[in-house]
């Protein structure tokens, strides 16, 4: 059975089992005139492959879900399909049929929530569990709803080599990484998260892919030498051959929308995306996905990854951007990081005080065109207009734990009070929030970086690259090693802590601040207001409808008192940091309590108060 060529571009990369008809083979191979199947588990079959243009070729065989598979080449090498949809024998082994279609889905209904409702979960497959497996997962997503999170953010699960890895070395971007259990038991973790309340997001890579196991070049031109990243080559998204290429990741996006039924992809450091063509390939991904978010009726949301803090990403086309839906805001982290632990160290030495969170908080990023002494020029542009819930926020992340040569949380670097701190400017930021997994209940493994390379040379190259990386910090003589089966070990999260103290407070805190955030829809368009009132302390003012919200805080070591003319009236206390009832050292502030002008309050070090403001009617009564 032959396809026409019209047919066959239209069809998707890899091979798709079709009940009836067989397995249709569609990859994209101009480096090859002739391409062909090995059936390699026990069939010894040799199927040849159909040249058609602009180099794909095509086959259907009367082959079964189960079946592996290699292409041979045209020079003799036999190596397995771009677009696999599962390496059960790892990055170097046969790929393997599956089916999709029959998996039994109770999902129909499914919608996700808005940006400006969403809080991220951000965890790493193989060490949120000790099993390290999508089904592993399941168990512990009815206390991610009771938390408050709303959408469970995966890192890159692309098989990559091995059975440890961050995943940003994945070869294979459509192939779920098998000591993760595949694509039906990924597809078991989503349908079951999206019936208890739970969107699902998958940190993809487009920037890059991994050195072991990467083939792509084999078969046609995916990278090219125009542009450089930290990777190597960049992929080649604008020179001769960058139409199938940019198919190739626009189809795996979709693929991993629709097949699987994700909400959200995260796109990974998208500064490595170069791309000088008239349409940029981010505006070709987004709208692919808004159309396909049109066909299958639910929202689906792009989120970017950039330290550009360029306002283009978040812009309409028609503005001269690329629509994406929101970015992570690197600044804001920055900004809270230096206050709490006075680092200054790498980027850190461009923030510092009190103004660059002042800055973000007002803006969304605080870099907008003024001189960064760590990059050594000028850094972004104005995000000026872009809605709140657009710009994702966290205290901290994969990155920035990871990437400190030990992987310290920040809960090792600052005390109690600090932690919960962090907590409040991060949940009750205008932005939408990110959390990192156990930051919840102040969790005490590191979360180092590991590798299960088996390549000795490029063992050895990581262990080199990741001292250099960090000369800046200063940090270089205590990185851990990243083949050590001990560091993946040590990274494991533990649980059990969360049934003892004082890790169960802050649980709770953490629960506490995420209803006070739905309930008072923090998220929403509002009028926020953002005063700097000296010593390290910061009076947020939030207005929506007939509410008012004070939030104080006191990022000093020190007691402050606060005397400011708006906080004169009554007030009811949300939460209060410091209270003893949160293992603080303040005894119990009333409830209900009433300022006279000026309205003084006094804050404890490094906590912070959220006060509702009466109505009228009371104040008067």
Request: net charge negative; charged share 20%; aromatic share 12%.
């Amino acid at each position: 059975m032959l396809l026409t060529k019209a047919a066959a571009r239209e069809k998707q990369l890899g091979v798709n089992y079709v009940p009836g008809v067989g397995a249709e083979f569609l990859v994209w191979a101009p480096n090859s005139r002739r391409l062909g199947i090995r059936i390699v588990n026990g069939k010894d079959k040799f199927i040849p492959m159909e040249s058609r243009e602009r180099g794909y070729h095509y086959a259907v065989a009367d082959l079964l879900p189960g079946d592996r598979y290699l292409f041979r080449l045209e020079d003799g090498r036999e190596l397995p399909d771009p677009a696999s949809r599962l390496q059960p024998e790892g990055v170097h082994g046969p790929s393997q049929i599956v089916e999709a279609e029959s998996f039994p889905w109770t999902d129909h209904h499914w919608r996700a929530k808005p940006l400006e409702e969403t809080v991220f979960y951000e965890l790493h497959i193989g060490t949120y569990t000790p099993e390290g497996t999508f089904e592993a997962i399941i168990p512990r997503l009815g206390e991610l709803v009771d938390l408050g999170i709303t959408t469970i953010e995966l890192m890159p699960i692309a098989q990559f080599p091995g059975g440890r890895n961050w995943g940003y070395d994945g070869v294979y971007p459509f192939a779920p990484q098998n000591t993760y259990g595949g694509p039906n038991s990924l597809r078991r973790l989503i349908n079951t998260a999206h019936g208890v309340g739970l969107s699902v997001a998958l940190d993809v890579v487009y920037n890059h892919l991994g050195p072991e196991g990467n083939y792509l070049n084999a078969f046609g031109p995916y990278f090219t030498n125009r542009y450089r990243t930290p990777w190597g080559e960049a992929i080649n998204f604008d020179a001769a051959g960058s139409d199938e290429v940019r198919r190739f990741f626009i189809e795996n996006a979709l693929y991993w929308l629709e097949d699987f039924h994700f909400d959200a992809l995260r796109l990974d450091a998208i500064h490595g995306i170069f791309d000088f063509g008239a349409c940029h390939f981010l505006t070709e991904l987004k709208s692919a996905v808004s159309s396909l978010s049109q066909r299958l009726d639910r929202p689906l949301y792009l989120v970017a990854e950039s330290d550009l803090n360029d306002s283009r990403i978040l812009h309409e086309p028609g503005e001269g951007g690329y629509g994406i839906d929101a970015q992570w805001s690197d600044d804001f982290h920055h900004s809270v990081h230096t206050l709490l632990t006075a680092e200054k160290t790498g980027y850190y030495a461009d923030f510092g005080g009190i103004e660059p969170l002042t800055g973000t908080l007002r803006r969304g990023w605080y870099y907008s065109g003024q001189y960064s002494k760590f990059r050594r020029r000028s850094h972004g542009n104005s995000p000026g207009g872009i809605a709140c819930s657009r710009f994702v926020v966290c205290s901290q992340n994969h990155d920035q734990v990871g990437n400190r040569a030990a992987g310290e949380r920040l809960s090792s670097l600052v005390g109690f009070e600090v932690s919960k701190l962090a907590a409040g400017i991060t949940l009750l930021s205008p932005f939408t929030p990110l959390l990192f997994m156990g930051e919840e209940y102040g969790e005490t493994a590191p979360f180092q970086y590991f590798t299960s390379h088996s390549d000795p040379g490029l063992v050895e190259a990581v262990r080199n690259g990741r001292r250099e990386e960090f000369a800046a910090f200063g940090w270089q003589d205590s990185v851990p090693d990243p083949q050590d089966q001990a560091t993946f070990d040590r990274s494991h999260l533990d649980h059990s802590l969360k049934s003892q103290e004082p890790y169960r407070t802050l649980f709770n805190f953490y629960q506490r601040l995420l209803r006070i955030r739905r309930d008072h829809a923090i998220g929403s368009q509002a009028s926020w207001s953002i005063h700097e009132l000296g010593g390290g302390a910061l009076l947020i003012r939030r207005e929506r409808d007939s509410e008012q919200l004070a939030m104080l805080f006191n990022f000093s070591e020190f007691r402050i008192a606060i005397n400011r003319p708006e906080l004169a009236g009554k007030w009811t206390t949300l939460i209060y940091s410091a209270d003893a009832g949160w293992k603080g050292p303040e005894t119990n502030l009333p409830v209900d309590f009433k300022l006279a002008s000026p309205g003084e309050l006094r804050l404890a070090p490094h906590s912070f108060l959220v006060s509702q403001r009466s109505s009228f009617a009371e104040e008067t009564a």
